[in-house]
């Protein structure tokens, strides 16, 4: 199934890190990938894709002068570029990592893949079922007991209570979480969530799977056990997109990184190469800070 948006729509706030000009720091900016893809091997397609946030350009601070404000139509509100004519392509098979600062524009991205927000312009073509592992713990409900969220996203991702029945015992085992399943979720380490949510995420049969730092909880065996099963279904033919400040991790996993930076891509390749500028940059920048 494809599924092709070209909307407008306004992401939440998040902070900026500069990027220094191209003459003032020695990087070469021509790590990019340009290959013509045949159209049945593309996973994900997005072309000249942007995303804005409103942000308020005045400071209020208090709840009765922002209610004054509001209704006098005078919470005067910008424009702020946070992803700017961002193009790239993701064959079927490949595991493709997106590293740079917080506030780059990483997990919007990731937020215009799954629909959570829509592009301001552009177009974003995703082919086949996607599993999304943006925000740990997302869709789950903390009051419930860990097996009775199995069934609340299952239903979430759109398979019937028969067909969860079928997975369950599998997601248990592959969670290791045997003797919790009974135990509410607010009772859980972040660890355990992430277990659960990652274990739910694959046995659902996803074409392309996105991940957003939920690798970096849980212990080192789970850690490795996950990356295994990344390789596995990888070579199945499943798309990965895995957003991690965990760079070890990222060339372990991925064949191809895409580096985002004040918004735009600095650069889409070799996962090695790119990781190396990055580390590059960061050095720059820790010496910029010290003059």
């Known amino acids: 199934m494809e599924d ?27 790590i990019l990938v340009d290959e013509e893809i045949p159209e049945e091997e593309i ?15 005045e400071k209020v601070d208090n709840l009765k002068e922002w209610v004054v404000r509001f209704f006098r139509g005078k919470l005067e509100k910008k424009k702020d570029r946070r992803l700017d004519n961002v193009s790239f392509t993701i064959k ?16 919007t991205l990731l937020k215009l893949l799954t629909d959570i927000l829509p ?14 592992l943006i925000n740990l713990g997302a869709g789950f409900d903390y009051e419930a007991t860990a097996k009775e969220n199995v069934y609340l996203n299952g239903a979430i991702l759109g398979y019937s209570r028969k067909d969860i029945e079928k997975k369950y015992q599998e997601i248990v085992d592959f969670a290791e979480l045997h003797d919790h399943m009974h ?7 972040s660890g355990m969530v992430a277990r659960l949510g990652f274990a739910i995420a694959i046995d659902v049969n996803p074409d392309i799977l996105l991940v957003d730092e939920i ?16 390789e596995e279904m990888r070579r199945d033919g499943v798309s990965f997109v895995i957003v991690s400040h965990n760079l070890a991790e990222i060339k372990r996993l991925c064949q191809k990184t895409i580096w985002i930076e004040n918004a735009k891509v600095r ?18 920048l820790k010496k910029q800070k010290k003059h």
């Open 183 to 189: 135990i509410p979720l607010k009772n859980f380490s």
């Open 267 to 284: 650069a889409y390749g070799d996962s090695a190469k790119v990781c190396a500028e990055y580390l590059r940059y960061c050095d720059w």
């Open 119 to 132: 592009a301001a312009e552009g177009t974003v073509k995703v082919v086949g079922k996607v599993a999304p």
């Open 215 to 230: 690798l970096s909880v849980g212990d080192e065996s789970f850690r490795s056990k996950c990356a295994n099963k990344i």
């Open 43 to 57: 996973a994900i397609q997005v072309k000249n894709v942007s995303a804005d946030y409103l942000v308020r350009d």
């Open 4 to 30: 092709i948006k070209n909307t407008k729509g306004i992401p939440e706030e998040n902070p900026k890190v500069e990027t220094p000009e191209k003459e003032e720091f020695p990087f070469s900016y021509d």
């Open 92 to 107: 079927k098979g490949e595991s493709i990592g997106v590293i740079g600062h917080n506030g780059a524009g990483k997990s």
